[in-house]
């Protein structure tokens, strides 16, 4: 059910944002790359497999130089736990107190963490690596079963939690549209703007939409400025989180008839129109990264779903992969600007969706019930890179190992 | 003949003739025809600002333009469709120019075009609007009077299962306006010359079918043609000079006797 959201009170001043202390060695982000993906690595020899925290420059046991990132098992023991009342740091001090503790773990090392409320000294954990708001990887201890993570106002510093925040989802006629609607409001969602360009065209599901509580249509139409501008006039201030569905699948070669004009399309909508929304939109999401006054909690993730053609193209769709592969980019210059709001950049690949455009691509794909659930999934984790479908997942997979035979098998019609 | 020009710049001056206007404003949400989605799509009216007075321009206003050849008021030159692709100066740069200016007859079918979407004027009304108003001059603008532009986004478009639900003519009464009368043009209040449906008619979308191959012109979204006296109305119509256009946006103007505006 949607949540109800204290109003603002227009006479105090909108906190601005302060991101905890970001300094990390550039060997520590291999770390970064675990934690935006919600993968438990901590870095371990690759001569003698000791495991390490932090991230070391030499192995502790061996002085190997040959360290890398690698899973490792998530269980724990708290040996000590405090609260630092009066932190130095302005970021904490703005939150103390706050709760740290000391983790022995399974594997080994011990390591300060950020700490649930909720174990105490013995008790077992269960380890997180987790992007905190500076976007760097840190360590959240909570109870080993799991435990309820909202009575956590650490875990919800670092997540993207939709619960008693407003969300605008960009194109109610992306397949993810309705799900995606239908999951935030059982998140707690405190509204659902859920936008609709070329409103003159019929939508055919728009009772099932109209049934979601707390969603209320408005007109956007990314490929427009004005259409962009004029919505982030009326409802810039009351958005929190944004999902970028907005799409424009066309199958089509480079040698095909209307190829220019249907990339021209798609590059308006997913690359031009990620500018647009950007250039209006960002500055407001990120001056409220910290907008968290009176128990309504301030803006907090951008989402780009894109496809996972953004990364490697099939040569029939050679415009939409290349308009999904400027969207990218774009993704990663949007991010460091929303950085420094604390605002963070999710980005969602998805594989060929189940909807009329990939109607001939090999199946599993992607549902937009599935997609819904990885971006609220996603959200709910903090994360900030996520792979949707098998199809995405062996694609990603294939890509990181040899990319020459990716792309080969694309060209011979082989996803 | 000086004296008919000065008569005229007379006749303007005390709104003796007057100016209707008879465009929609060139917007971004204005529907555009919609074809089945794997065709080439007709870019939609973008206008993206330069600069207004700011740290872009800080003395100047200006946008960039960008529109399909067939969005909003727009006008079809005679290579717009196949059967015109042979006609000579068939396209809105070499289109004879004396062309752009010429009478109206306006046919009122606003009765039947509120209770039937799908209605379809017949060579029959055509013949029983000359009982009245006399015969349709050669080299005329024949406008469809529908007051469908009164009605705004999704009305207008009538989008619906089967596609846009609109008024047109059917192929008799397009065949007899060219063949048998001569006319310059045709023009409705719709998105296209053709009904919403004129695509399952026979031949398929007569108006362009027809018109065209004579070497005729086409008008659509047009407004205001309430403010038209049947006949006697002189209608400006100059496309944009576009090199090898099929059609463009313009300003569509009719001049009428003051005491019928």
């Known amino acids: ?51 390490a925290w932090p991230m070391p420059e030499a192995c502790p046991n061996c002085l190997s130089a040959d360290i890398t990132a690698a899973d490792a098992p998530v269980g724990a023991v708290l040996l000590a736990d405090t609260s630092a009342e009066v932190p130095a740091d302005p970021y904490f001090r703005e939150r103390a107190p706050w709760r740290v503790g000391l983790a022995q773990m399974d594997c080994g090392p011990i390591a300060l963490v950020h700490l649930h409320p ?25 109870p080993e079963n799991g435990g309820d993570m909202r009575t956590d106002k650490q875990w919800q510093e670092m997540v ?22 239908r999951k935030l409001a059982d998140a707690g969602a405190a509204g659902i703007f859920m936008g609709l360009p070329e409103g003159w065209k019929p939508l055919e599901n728009r009772a099932d939409f109209e049934a979601v509580p707390g969603l209320t249509f408005v007109a956007l139409d990314l490929a427009s400025d004005r259409s962009v501008e004029d919505l982030v006039r009326d409802i810039g201030g009351k958005v929190e ?17 209307a190829s220019a004009t249907h990339a021209r399309m798609a590059m308006e909508v997913v690359a031009f129109g990620l500018m647009r929304l950007a ?13 968290g006054g009176d128990g309504a909690p301030g803006a907090v993730a951008w989402v780009n779903v ?41 980005t969602v690949l998805t ?65 | 003949m000086t004296g008919i020009l000065e008569a005229m710049s007379g006749a303007l001056a005390a709104g003796a003739v007057k100016v209707v206007d008879l465009t929609h404003t060139l917007t971004e949400d204005f529907p555009t025809i919609v074809l089945p989605p794997e065709f080439g799509p007709s870019a939609p009216v973008r206008i993206e600002r330069i600069s207004r007075y700011d740290a872009a321009g800080p003395a100047w206003y200006w946008n960039n333009l960008s529109f399909g050849e ?16 042979d006609i000579a100066r068939g396209t809105v740069d070499t289109m004879p120019p004396e062309h752009m200016i010429a009478p109206a007859c306006v046919i009122d079918c606003v009765a039947e075009s509120a209770s039937d979407d799908d209605f379809l004027l017949t060579r029959a009304a055509l013949e029983n609007w000359e009982a009245t108003h006399g015969t349709i001059p050669a080299g005329s603008w024949v406008l469809m009077r529908t007051d469908w532009s009164q009605r705004k986004g999704a009305a207008f478009a009538n989008l619906r299962e089967g596609g846009a639900h609109t008024p047109g003519p059917d192929a008799g009464a397009i065949q007899w306006l060219v063949n048998e009368r001569g006319i310059l043009g045709f023009g409705t209040e719709t998105i296209g010359t053709d009904a919403g449906q004129g695509g399952h008619l026979d031949p398929p979308y007569p108006a362009h079918h027809f018109l065209h191959g004579a070497g005729r012109y086409g008008l659509q979204c047009l407004t205001n043609l309430h403010l038209l006296p049947p006949k006697g109305a002189l209608i400006m119509a100059a496309p944009l000079k576009v090199h090898e256009g099929s059609g463009s946006p313009l300003r569509v103007l009719a001049l009428v006797a003051g005491d019928t505006a």
């Open chain 1, 1 to 51: 059910m949607t949540v109800e959201r204290p109003r603002k009170n227009p006479l105090h001043r909108t906190r601005q944002p302060l991101l905890p202390p970001g300094a990390r060695s550039r060997k520590a982000h291999l770390l970064t790359v675990a934690a935006a993906e919600g993968r438990f690595a901590l870095p371990r020899c690759g001569d003698c497999g000791t495991y």
């Open chain 1, 118 to 142: 909720a174990p105490q000294a013995g008790d077992r954990l269960k380890l997180t690596l987790m992007l905190d708001r500076a976007g760097q990887a840190v360590l959240h201890a909570g």
């Open chain 1, 160 to 181: 993207a939690d939709p619960r008693g925040r407003r969300v605008l989802i960009t194109d109610a006629r992306h397949v993810a549209a309705l799900p995606l609607a």
């Open chain 1, 241 to 257: 989180i944004l999902i970028n569905t907005a799409d424009n699948p066309r199958p089509g070669g480079l040698m095909a008839p």
């Open chain 1, 279 to 291: 250039r209006a939109l960002g500055p407001a999401l990120a001056g409220r990264g910290a907008d």
């Open chain 1, 306 to 346: 894109l496809s996972v053609f953004a990364r490697a193209t099939p040569p029939e769709m050679a415009g939409y992969a290349a308009a999904h592969a400027a969207a990218l980019s774009l993704s990663h210059s949007l991010r460091a600007q929303l950085a420094v709001g604390g605002v963070r950049l999710m």
């Open chain 1, 351 to 415: 594989g060929p969706t189940e909807d009329d455009w990939f109607q001939l691509a090999p199946q599993p794909k992607v549902t937009g019930k599935a997609l819904a659930d990885a971006v609220v999934g996603g959200l709910m984790r903090g994360l900030e890179e996520v792979v949707v479908g098998d199809v995405a997942r062996d694609l990603m997979a294939r890509l990181a190992e040899n990319p020459k035979a990716v792309e080969h098998d694309l060209s011979q019609g082989k996803l």
């Open chain 2, 70 to 85: 067939h969005t909003g008021t727009h006008f079809d030159a005679p290579a717009h469709w196949f059967t015109g692709r």
